[in-house]
T-cell receptor, first 115, second 114 residues
Framework: EPEVTQTPSHQVTQMGQEVILRCVPI?????FYWYRQILGQKVEFLVS????????KSEIFDDQFSVERPDGSNFTLKIRSTKLEDSAMYFC?????????????FGSGTQLSVL | QQQVKQSPQSLIVQKGGISIINCAYE??????FPWYQQFPGKGPALLIA?????SEKKEGRFTISFNKSAKQFSLHIMDSQPGDSATYFC?????????????FGTGTRLTIIP
C-alpha cells in the first residue's frame, strides 16, 4: 500500500526556535492535511491544503504556523517560534480526492519536543 | 457541538471475545463516521467507515453499528485477537467540498489478553 512519509521522526528544539516538519504525500494525491496529537490526547485537526491554498484551518493554527508545498512532492509545516505547548506528535495526511469515502492516509508522524 | 465523545478510555478483552467501543456526537451535519486504528509509534490507519444512510457495516471481524436518531455509533470487534491490541479512535466529518477535516474522539486503548 502507498505511504505518506514524514521526516524527521523525532525533532527536539529549544523554545522560540523555528522548526520545519516535512512530509511527502502519496504521489497522485491532491488534498493534504496536518493533524497533531498531544501525548495521551485525541488527534486534532490543524489545517487542510488544496490547490496551493489553505482550505480550512483550526483555531490551533495561528500566525505561528504556516504550510507550504514548495515543489511537486513535499508538504511542510513550519512553526515560527515554538512554545512548550507545541510539543506533540504531528501527523501529515493526504487523500486523492475529496469525494465520499475516499481514504485518508496518515504518515507515521514527527514527534516534536520543545524544551 | 463539534465534539465526538468516546468510551471507554481503556478496554481489556479476552482473546476470542467481543470488543465494543462507543461514540456519540452532537453535530447533525456530520455525515461520515470512520474508525481509525493506531499502533504505538504509527499514524492512525483507517479501519472501517460508515455513512448515516445505513445502520450497520461489516468488514471481516469489524462491524460498525450506527444509530442516527440517538447520534451514536459503535465499533464491534468479533473474535478479538492479540494483534488487535491498539488504540482505536472514532471520528466524524461533514464532507462538504473543502471541509474534510476529521473530528476525532479521545481514543480507546484496547488490550486483548490470551
Amino acid at each position: 500500500e502507498p505511504e505518506v512519509t514524514q521526516t524527521p521522526s523525532h525533532q527536539v528544539t529549544q523554545m522560540g526556535q523555528e522548526v520545519i516538519l516535512r512530509c511527502v504525500p502519496i504521489s497522485n494525491h491532491l488534498y493534504f492535511y496536518w493533524y497533531r496529537q498531544i501525548l495521551g490526547q485525541k488527534v486534532e485537526f490543524l489545517v487542510s491544503f488544496y490547490n496551493n491554498e489553505i482550505s480550512e484551518k483550526s483555531e490551533i493554527f495561528d500566525d505561528q504556523f504556516s504550510v507550504e508545498r514548495p515543489d511537486g512532492s513535499n508538504f511542510t509545516l513550519k512553526i515560527r517560534s515554538t512554545k512548550l505547548e507545541d510539543s506533540a506528535m504531528y501527523f501529515c495526511a493526504s487523500r486523492r480526492t475529496a469525494t465520499t469515502n475516499e481514504k485518508l492516509f496518515f504518515g507515521s508522524g514527527t514527534q516534536l519536543s520543545v524544551l | 457541538q463539534q465534539q465526538v465523545k468516546q468510551s471507554p478510555q481503556s478496554l481489556i478483552v479476552q482473546k476470542g471475545g467481543i470488543s465494543i467501543i462507543n461514540c456519540a456526537y452532537e453535530n447533525t451535519a456530520f455525515d461520515y463516521f470512520p474508525w481509525y486504528q493506531q499502533f504505538p509509534g504509527k499514524g492512525p490507519a483507517l479501519l472501517i467507515a460508515i455513512r448515516p444512510d445505513v445502520s450497520e457495516k461489516k468488514e471481516g471481524r469489524f462491524t460498525i453499528s450506527f444509530n442516527k436518531s440517538a447520534k451514536q455509533f459503535s465499533l464491534h470487534i468479533m473474535d478479538s485477537q492479540p494483534g488487535d491490541s491498539a488504540t482505536y479512535f472514532c471520528a466524524a466529518s461533514s464532507r462538504g467540498f473543502g471541509n474534510e477535516k476529521l473530528t476525532f474522539g479521545t481514543g480507546t486503548r484496547l488490550t486483548i489478553i490470551p
